[in-house]
Nanobody, 124 residues
Framework: QVQLVESGGGLVQAGGSLRLSCAAS????????MGWFRQAPGKEREFVAG?????????RYADSVKGRFTISRDNAKKMVYLQMNSLKPEDTAVYYC????????????????WGQGTQVTVSS
């Protein structure tokens, strides 16, 4: 049974930082590209960041988070991380970790597995 479990969310002031973690189990982790998505109240889920199966140099980001967020992974620990710096109130959302057997350029509909999400709230 595949499980993705996010942690690290919380309440932070604007300009602050958080590090989200996602622990994967039940899958051959290094066969999967990983992504972070978010969904704010009343809005559709949106892509935040993606990372390829092997190389941390193969990453991509939404324009809204470029230069502020960094995705990384540790294949030995079956973990993926999202370091979020210079947080803004508009970053407030539930953040989801997802796994995809294809490309880290995949759209959300192409991801195979999803976590339950972790809430991030940024106060102004």
């Amino acid at each position: 049974q595949v499980q993705l479990v996010e942690s690290g969310g919380g309440l932070v002031q604007a300009g602050g930082s958080l590090r989200l973690s996602c622990a994967a189990s039940g899958l051959t982790f290094n066969n999967y590209a990983m992504g972070w998505f978010r969904q704010a109240p009343g809005k559709e889920r949106e892509f935040v960041a993606g990372i390829s199966r092997w190389s941390e140099s193969s990453t991509r980001y939404a324009d809204s988070v470029k230069g502020r967020f960094t995705i990384s992974r540790d294949n030995a620990k079956k973990m993926v991380y999202l370091q979020m710096n210079s947080l803004k109130p508009e970053d407030t959302a539930v953040y989801y970790c997802a796994a995809n057997r294809g490309s880290y350029y995949a759209t959300s509909g192409e991801y195979d597995y999803w976590g339950q999400g972790t809430q991030v709230t940024v106060s102004s």
